[in-house]
Structures are given as structure tokens and as C-alpha cells.
């Protein structure tokens, strides 16, 4: 399992998801999908927009959870 820790982040930079939505370009359904973890694919491009706008790498955003563990 991957978990997006994109909240974490966004608590840790102080910003909102409004704020990071405009930044990156995408609307706030599709940047609500990537922090509730529901989302199946993320973009590369949009990654690095992410990451560009949260002064991140993506290792920060995305942490692998082997099977059977939370």
C-alpha cells in the first residue's frame, strides 16, 4: 500500500488545501481525492507540482506501507 501523506505536509507548510490547489493548478476535488488517499494514479507532473509548491521531495508525500501494516 501507498500512503500519500499529503496532509502532513500541507500542516507542516501551513497551508490550506485551497491555497495548495491553486498553486499546483488542479481543483480541490481532485487535490481532496490525493489527501484522503483514494486516489488509484497520480501524474508525474502533478507530483512535481505538488512537491514545487510544498518545498518537498516526493518521498515526503509518499510512503510505502508493506501489506498487513498501518
Given at each position: 500500500?501507498?500512503?500519500?501523506?499529503?496532509?502532513?505536509?500541507?500542516?507542516?507548510?501551513?497551508?490550506s488545501?485551497?491555497e495548495?490547489a491553486?498553486?499546483v493548478g488542479?481543483?480541490?476535488a481532485?487535490l481532496s481525492v490525493?489527501k484522503?488517499?483514494k486516489?488509484?494514479?497520480?501524474?508525474?507532473?502533478?507530483?512535481?507540482a505538488i512537491?514545487?509548491?510544498?518545498?518537498?521531495q516526493?518521498?515526503?508525500?509518499?510512503?510505502?506501507?508493506?501489506n498487513?501494516?498501518k
Amino acid at each position: 500500500m501507498i500512503r500519500i501523506n499529503l496532509d502532513v505536509m500541507m500542516a507542516k507548510r501551513k497551508m490550506s488545501l485551497t491555497e495548495l490547489a491553486e498553486k499546483v493548478g488542479i481543483t480541490m476535488a481532485n487535490l481532496s481525492v490525493l489527501k484522503t488517499e483514494k486516489a488509484r494514479a497520480i501524474r508525474f507532473s502533478t507530483l512535481e507540482a505538488i512537491c514545487k509548491a510544498l518545498d518537498c521531495q516526493p518521498g515526503d508525500i509518499l510512503e510505502y506501507i508493506p501489506n498487513g501494516e498501518k
